[in-house]
């Protein structure tokens, strides 16, 4: 029985969790799509100071299950390289980077007390959030019909207030509530109901580079969610992409490769300059293509070295992959199917855009930190099973 004091916490971190996932679809945003005060001192609120608590509590018992695991100790050093980078960075708020590591850590740590590998835990609060989340793209869906965009592209606001991150944000919600199992039927149907405006807001987004990321995840999917359904729906869609790329319409064409290899080359020649310490966490930088300025360079990889140079690279690939083996040992579990679905479809779509890893709450932290703290319970999880065997 938990004290009164901390269940009270516990709670107040769940609510936090999921109002972190929501608020980023419906809260105010600053420059740069940068989250708004208002959500920022929510999340304070409800998220930071909860999660602090919890992980202190009991002797500090989520710190010290998490600080054995490989995983956890590449994403430490990690965060210590872009720390120590602020030392020779140009940034203008060097302070403001800290906050924002120690927001990223803080999350981490705080999914972990609070899910602690708990399949049931877990589902509900993917399920509340990500069906919150559907009402909304429902909603922006409606809006966009009787008030379209200049553009003809879909957005959100906040956070998603631009076609790609909406679109990338919209798209792992889909995925996650794909793989949740939900014995209640009417859940099940409401599941289906929220995915059904998830993906009709993602194709309103004309973002290509979530579609392929989608289309590519639904076709591997049968690799770690068995059944003749989703066997057949890989089929259908590699047959309907197929055509699509045989006969390409102008939807996929007009807008050609939106600048991303000259952004690409422009991010070689920075890295070329700084290769091995990087430009330092938060840098600013402005990458010149066509006569346009651009703040970042579409890509994270190039992005992570632009700022954190090779060392910065190799942590963040090194993680990269632990999180898919790590997804894949535990494929049959609820967890594990979540992790490759999303391990998957970010490996696609932070290719094209949102390579802001080490940031404020922002839509890429679903890509990159969820699948992690998911990853950082199983494997939790397996050292306390072996512990008690041995036993």
Known sequence: ????????????????????ILGMVIMPAGVSFNPGRAYQTSLVVLLYLPALFVSFSFGARAWRELWPQPLFRVFLVLLAWALLSLAWTQGAHPSSEVGRLASVL???????????DDARRISQLLLGAGLAVAACAAYYCISFIFVPMDDGRIIG????????????????????????EL?????????YVGIAALLLFVGLTHTRGVWLALAVTIVAMPLWQPGRAHRWLAVVLALLAAAMLLRPTALLTERGTSLR?????QALHLIAQHPFRGLGQGAPITLMVNGAAYTHTHNLLTQVTVELGLPG???????????????????????????????VYASIV??????????????????????????????????LKSANSLH
């Open 1 to 20: 029985m938990l004290p009164k004091s901390l269940s009270i916490g516990h709670s107040l971190l769940g609510v936090g969790l999921a109002w972190l």
């Open 106 to 116: 803080i999350f981490v740590v705080g999914w972990h007390a609070y899910a602690e």
């Open 157 to 180: 606001q906040g956070t998603i207030a631009t076609a790609n991150y909406a679109a990338a944000l919209m798209g792992v919600v889909a995925l996650w509530l794909s793989q949740l």
């Open 183 to 191: 014995a209640d039927r009417r859940w099940s149907v409401a599941r």
């Open 261 to 265: 290899p000259e952004l690409f080359t």
């Open 313 to 343: 690279l190799l942590l963040t690939v090194a993680l990269w992959l632990m999180i898919a083996w790590q997804g894949w040992r535990h494929r049959r579990s609820l967890q594990g199917r979540v992790v490759l679905a999303i391990w």
């Open 350 to 383: 932070l290719q094209f855009d949102m390579p802001q890893m080490l940031d404020s709450p922002r839509p890429a932290w679903l890509l990159i930190w969820l699948p992690m703290a998911l990853v950082l319970g199983m494997t939790c999880s397996d050292r």
